[in-house]
């Protein structure tokens, strides 16, 4: 990934310091194009290139892309372990480059399912990149909405039921420090590209009021220009979590 060095300053002003991107249209990139679907998903791979160096420029401090869901196992047999080769071949081949330009990479997800190679390579990126301090590249990989939600209730249930926490205290706080995006903040903005108006099972507790673009442009052909073009369309929104536009322009205590 032939990017500036991050130096984690934080995002420029107006720009949302967390993306989150659902990276969809592969398939269909490539079925335009006579092509089998794995070639969709290997000039994905050029897409997350471009998106990161951007977000890195950008000083975006968090980048989750969702690479795997819960329900892609679903697809042919062999397209999935293309997939899972895919993931391997590509993360073996830019650590180096994360590492050069002081990329933290991190994985939301359940890691138990994927082929020991794919598992053992990501796990060795996570620890190369450990101490990088500039974009938090996070990749949601065999990652599903509702298994986070149910896997942090088990969470707080045991601590319920072992005494370590009293019922009556179980506030949002507590959901969000059981989720595997602990330590984050929520998405500013959520980027779907291909034109699919749904969430299709993404973190479903941190979409709350995260501003949402979609686009007609499939993922391979997305790039930096395109990146930009949804940036600024979150920057002319209004957030107002709640609030009344009048609110958001008076001196504090006003309402």
Excluded at 14 to 42: C, E, F, Q, T
Excluded at 182 to 190: I, T, W
């Amino acid at each position: 990934m032939n990017r500036s060095r991050s130096g984690g300053t934080g995002p420029k002003e107006g720009n949302p310091r967390h993306i989150a991107i659902i990276m969809d249209g592969n398939g269909r990139w490539a079925k335009k194009r006579g092509l089998p679907r794995v070639m969709g998903h290997r000039e994905g791979i050029r897409s997350v290139r471009a998106v990161v160096e951007a977000s890195g420029e950008l000083g975006i401090e968090v980048l989750t892309l969702y690479t795997f869901s819960t329900e892609n196992w679903r697809r042919p047999a062999d397209e999935v372990s293309a997939l899972m080769k895919l993931l391997l071949k590509t993360i073996q081949k830019e650590i180096a480059d994360l590492v050069k330009n002081n990329v933290r990479l991190t994985v939301i997800g359940d890691l138990g399912r994927l082929p020991e190679a794919a598992a053992e390579g990501m796990d060795k990126a996570i620890e190369a990149t450990r101490s990088n301090t500039g974009l938090n590249l996070n990749l949601a990989l065999n990652y599903g909405g509702r298994e986070e939600l149910v896997r942090a209730v088990r969470s707080i249930a045991v601590q319920v039921r072992e005494g370590g926490l009293d019922p009556e205290m179980i506030g949002g706080g507590t959901v969000q420090d059981h989720l595997y995006t602990a330590g984050m903040p929520d998405p500013d903005l959520l980027i779907r590209t291909s034109g699919e108006l749904r969430i299709s099972n993404f973190l479903l507790w941190q979409l709350a009021y995260t501003e949402i673009y979609v686009t007609d442009v499939l993922w391979p052909d997305f790039r930096k220009a395109d990146l930009l073009e949804a940036i600024e369309c979150y920057r002319r929104r209004e957030r107002r979590f709640g609030k009344v536009s009048e609110q958001l322009h008076v001196p504090p205590g006003r309402f």
